[in-house]
T-cell receptor, first 113, second 111 residues
Framework: GNSVTQMEGPVTLSEEAFLTINCTYTATGYPSLFWYVQYPGEGLQLLLKATKADDKGSNKGFEATYRKETTSFHLEKGSVQVSDSAVYFCALSDRNSGSRLTFGEGTQLTVNP | DGGITQSPKYLFRKEGQNVTLSCEQNLNHDAMYWYRQDPGQGLRLIYYSQIVNDFQKGDIAEGYSVSREKKESFPLTVTSAQKNPTAFYLC??????????FGQGTRLTVV
């Protein structure tokens, strides 16, 4: 079956630091990959997505590249802000599972001023 | 504005009670989902529905029930058979094979 593995958290950074959150996946088909962000007490918001190998998703300064050879979709941001503090989830869906999403366990990011 | 509305935001359940969580969407999406989130963990799929009057069990369906009588609505009932219902419940919807849109969640607590 499908699975998503995220780097263990929590992650604490200073403002303007570089961020990487690792995500690797296992899927039987050719999945679409997503990063979602969750602010305290709220639902999930789509941050970015990539639907095929070598695609780069980007939004709000965040980027992730779909690497089929390493089955990875690492999230990066060059300079984090305090407002980026949230929980980040990597997820995938594939044709075999329709629109079902498989999530990683989430990574808590705290950015200090 | 289009979106997904979950209600209530907070819900308290006594031991042995059934409670129903509401999820309504006006995005005209075919598929709807219910996820459970426990502290420090990812989301686990409870039930999902891809068309009206049809739904399938997810990974942790025991102790839960759903209905899909209208395209816009996908209520979740947490029954007394669910032994550990305290969690954050998230509803989502999606057009076919596109990223999901999530509601703001319902926090259920057993008192």
């Amino acid at each position: 079956g499908n699975s998503v593995t995220q780097m263990e958290g929590p992650v604490t950074l200073s403002e303007e630091a570089f961020l990487t959150i690792n995500c690797t996946y296992t899927a039987t088909g050719y999945p679409s990959l997503f990063w979602y962000v969750q602010y305290p007490g709220e639902g999930l918001q789509l941050l970015l997505k990539a639907t095929k190998a070598d695609d780069k998703g980007s939004n709000k300064g965040f980027e992730a590249t779909y690497r089929k050879e390493t089955t990875s979709f690492h999230l990066e941001k060059g300079s984090v802000q305090v407002s980026d503090s949230a929980v980040y989830f990597c997820a995938l869906s594939d044709r075999n599972s329709g629109s079902r999403l498989t999530f990683g366990e989430g990574t808590q990011l705290t950015v200090n001023p | 504005d289009g979106g997904i509305t979950q209600s209530p935001k907070y819900l308290f359940r006594k031991e042995g009670q059934n409670v129903t969580l509401s999820c309504e969407q006006n995005l005209n999406h075919d598929a709807m989902y219910w996820y459970r989130q426990d502290p420090g963990q990812g989301l686990r799929l409870i039930y999902y529905s891809q068309i009206v009057n049809d739904f399938q069990k997810g990974d942790i369906a025991e102790g839960y029930s759903v209905s899909r009588e209208k395209k816009e609505s996908f209520p979740l009932t947490v029954t007394s058979a669910q032994k550990n219902p305290t969690a954050f419940y998230l509803c989502a919807s999606t057009p076919h094979r596109v990223a999901a849109f999530f509601g703001q969640g319902t926090r259920l607590t057993v008192v």
